[in-house]
């Protein structure tokens, strides 16, 4: 049998421990009720720290993708509002793994992990959206971000989830009100583009403002959140389209000369309304309802003017070369006479009313069960079409180009 002594510095320790537990003992005892009530307020207050703004959002972001169990990426946002990009396509398309196509200069359709924007499908708080477009893809230049406070992205399958892509799926989420404080807010911005007016009718300058608005009614029991984004963005650009390169014989040698060019101006204006408005009940701690509106008014203008120019490739009855590079083997500068060229003044005009709604009721019969119900609807009205005038015009001056 086994015989352990204490040591005496172990003995000494233990007693200074019991005699200062049965001091502490003692001093409470003698505490009067007011001193008493006094200390167990103490006790119980307890030093709170609460994570506001960007860095808060950072911390969602990286919560969302740590306790998920699948791979999803996230971006999200203190309040609604505070998302800076213009569309909620250009938020999402810095994420790993997805890419934006861009239209007209504006981020458009997104792609997840290389996969058409067809491949991947799109919810609304879980709901699945209409397309403007001819197929599945949704084009995200439709919703604004100032009306979203986050977005998740699953690139693995998920059985929970109502809509299902081979690529993945992009959920957008409107705020909660009543996890939310009360907040009153607008934003407002001025944007310019780098060239002035292009065509006569288009524009160099744009505007967008919002307002937003939540808070909390009968004991924090009820919650209304109600967003309002108006938006009008210019865009311009400056192109130049070359037809080719056929053969060219110049002195018994064969080069390359360009075949034509469209050097094209065009001027595009997106105008957009939004209005989001969330109410949110939860009478008892187990029942707790959510009923969500969104209501997108989009209309994108397109002007596009030039000329079409044919060299080698019009009816050929004066291309001349003037200079070679028989280094690159291409004609550097030419001229041609007598042809006909074609001024182009083309308008397109897209317009989309979008429509979604949901109901949410979610109650909670014990700590393993809860009952659900949701229904939504949505949809999309679109009118899209393109006007293209052309003039002919026969020139007999000579035209030089010059390739740099």
Do not use: C
């Not at 291309?319 to 074609?342: H, N, Q, R």
């Not at 003039?391 to 180009?401: D, K, N, Q």
């Amino acid at each position: 049998m086994n015989k352990f002594k204490l040591s005496i510095l172990t003995m000494a320790i233990a007693t200074a421990g019991i005699s200062s537990y049965s001091y502490a003992q003692e001093q409470e005892t003698k505490l009067s009720p007011t001193e008493a009530r006094e200390k167990a307020k103490a006790d119980a207050a307890i030093e709170t720290i609460e994570i506001k703004g960007f860095r808060r959002s950072i911390v969602e972001s990286i919560n969302a993708k740590r306790f998920s169990p699948n791979v999803v990426e996230s971006i999200s946002a203190e309040d609604i509002g505070k998302l800076p990009d213009s569309s909620i396509a250009e938020s999402i398309s810095r994420l790993p793994g997805l890419t934006s196509q861009r239209l007209d200069g504006r981020a458009s359709r997104v792609s997840i992990r290389g996969f058409g924007e067809n491949e991947s499908a799109t919810t609304f708080n879980g709901r699945e959206q209409v397309s403007i477009g001819d197929n599945r893809g949704v084009e995200f230049d439709l919703y604004p971000s100032e009306i979203m406070s986050g977005v998740t992205v699953y690139k693995t399958p998920n059985a929970t989830l109502e809509a299902e892509g081979i690529a993945g799926v992009i959920d957008m989420q409107t705020v909660k009100p009543l996890s939310r404080e009360r907040t009153i807010q607008f934003n407002g911005q001025y944007e310019m583009t780098s060239f002035d007016k292009l065509n006569p009718d288009g524009n160099d300058n744009g505007a967008r403002g919002t307002f937003s608005y939540i808070d909390q009614f009968a004991d924090d029991k009820v919650g209304i959140a109600f967003a309002y984004s108006k938006m009008s963005s210019p865009n311009q650009e400056k192109r130049w389209n070359a037809w080719g390169y056929p053969e060219f014989t110049v002195d018994g040698e064969n080069y390359s000369i360009l075949g034509g060019a469209k050097p094209f101006v065009r001027s595009s204006t997106l105008d957009r309304d939004s209005a989001l408005l969330v109410v949110e009940a939860a009478p008892t701690d187990k029942l707790k309802m959510t009923f969500d509106a969104l209501y997108v008014d989009f209309k994108d203008e397109k002007i596009l003017r030039g000329i079409e120019i044919p060299f080698a490739w019009g009816y050929n009855r004066g291309t001349t070369a003037i200079d070679v590079d028989p280094a690159t083997g291409f004609v550097t500068k030419g001229s041609v006479t007598d042809e006909k060229l074609v001024v182009r003044n083309d308008m397109e005009n897209r317009e989309a009313d979008l429509t979604a709604l949901g109901f949410n009721v979610e109650y909670d019969l014990n700590d393993d069960w809860s009952l659900v119900f949701d229904a939504s609807h949505s949809s999309v009205e679109r009118e899209i079409w393109s006007f293209e005038a052309t003039l002919v015009l026969v020139v007999v001056i000579m035209l030089v180009w010059v390739m740099i």
